[in-house]
Every structure is written in C-alpha cells, then in structure tokens.
C-alpha cells in the first residue's frame, strides 16, 4: 500500500506566478489536510477536506490560496499570483474517518 | 478550539540517556493523541500514538503516557541513540476530526 504521494516535491516560481500542488492521498483514505511549514517551524493548519467537500478552511489565507479534492484524482493546493512569502513546505496528510493521519513527503516551495 | 502547547523547544541529551518531551492541551473531548518524528527535509512520520481510554502505550523504546484529568501527554524515549536526533511534534484530535500541533521539540542526542 502505497503511502501519501505528494509532487512535485521542488517546485520554483516566480512572483506573480501560479503554483499547484498535488495530493494523493493512501488508498482508502477519503480525509486530506494541508499544512505549511516555514523552516525551523512548527506544522500549521490549512485546510481540512473530504472528497467534494472542504471541511474547514480556517487556516487558509482569505485571498489567493484555494484547495480542492475532487471524486477522482488528487487533491490540489493553488496558490494564485505567488509572493516571497509563500516559499515553505507544504505538507498533506491524509486518514480515514477518526483514525490515525499519514504525512506525505512535502513539497518545497521556492519563491523568485 | 484546541490549543496544544509543547516543550521543551530543544532537547540535548547523551546517548544512552533518556528523553522526555511534554504537551499540554485545552479541549477535554479531544480523544485521540498522535506523535510524528520529522528528520531533516523529509515529512512527519507516526512513531506512536495514544487513545483517550488508555493511560499508557509502549513501543520498545518509545512510551507514551496521558493523563486526562491533567490534560497533559508526554513521550518518553530511553536508551537514547544518536539516529533519535530529529523534531518531534505532538498533536491532539478534536471530535471534529481536526488535528492540532504542537510547535515541536528539536531533540539531539550527543554521541
């Protein structure tokens, strides 16, 4: 069983730039959460989703940061018009309903 | 909501020694207690976990205990070895199904 498969693992943009990044979450999980880590920082929360559905977006930035979890396919960070401040570790997690949460292995974003 | 606090923030500690690292948190229906283990540029990995309804869970080296009354948890690691060295972050889940980080522990442990 594969476990949580994030990519890319480096992604580098420019400012203004877009950047996604993908979620695959371990094979029955339906529950995704995304976190940022800045170095030497602890894990903040994101968002919380299900499949179809955000749970909870209270860690999200209200302007140019969206998540979604689609029925098929991963799940997708967006980061619309990225800025110097952006560039951290972006970290999913993913678990079944009331059970434990499985880490993937980030993705690294450096802003230009 | 939950707040889950952690220390110490850095640890050192002699190889062979032990390692305590302790979280406190505000929500008493949270009920479930995770402990990730971060190595340099790689992702929190699970090393162990505990239950509302247990007091105690051991894993070789690695023992976990939780007092509900208190609202407190801590990690134990004895018999320390120098691969032990990493960030370690506790985290309690809510009714909710969300999960809340402490801010970590950088342990070392000196050969």
């Known amino acids: 069983n594969a476990g949580v498969m994030q990519n890319p693992r480096h992604l580098v943009r420019r400012r203004g730039q877009e950047a996604r990044l993908r979620c695959s979450p371990m094979?029955?999980?339906?529950?995704v959460y995304w976190y940022r880590q800045l170095p030497e920082e602890g894990l903040k929360f994101m968002v919380y989703l299900q499949k179809e559905n955000i749970i909870d977006e209270s860690g999200m930035p209200k302007e140019r940061f969206s998540a979604e979890f689609p029925k098929e396919g991963p799940s997708i960070l967006r980061i619309q018009q990225v800025v110097r401040g952006d560039s951290a570790a972006y970290f999913c997690a993913s678990s079944r309903l009331e059970e434990t949460q499985y880490f993937g292995p980030g993705t690294r974003l450096l802003v230009l | 909501g939950e707040n889950v606090e952690q220390h110490p923030s850095t640890l050192s500690v002699q190889e062979g020694d032990s390692a305590v690292i302790k979280c406190t948190y505000s929500d008493s229906a949270s009920n479930y207690f995770p402990w990730y283990k971060q190595e340099l540029g790689k992702g929190p990995q699970l090393i162990i976990d505990i239950r509302s309804n247990v007091g105690e869970k051991k894993d070789q080296r690695i023992a976990v205990t939780l007092n509900k009354t208190a609202k407190h948890f801590s990690l134990h690691i004895t018999e320390t070895q120098p691969e032990d060295s990493a960030v370690y972050f506790c985290?309690?889940?809510?009714?909710?199904?969300?999960?809340?980080f402490g801010t970590g522990t950088s342990l070392t442990v000196i050969p």
């Open positions: 985290a309690a889940r809510n009714t909710g199904n969300q999960f809340y």
């Open positions: 094979k029955g999980h339906s529950h």
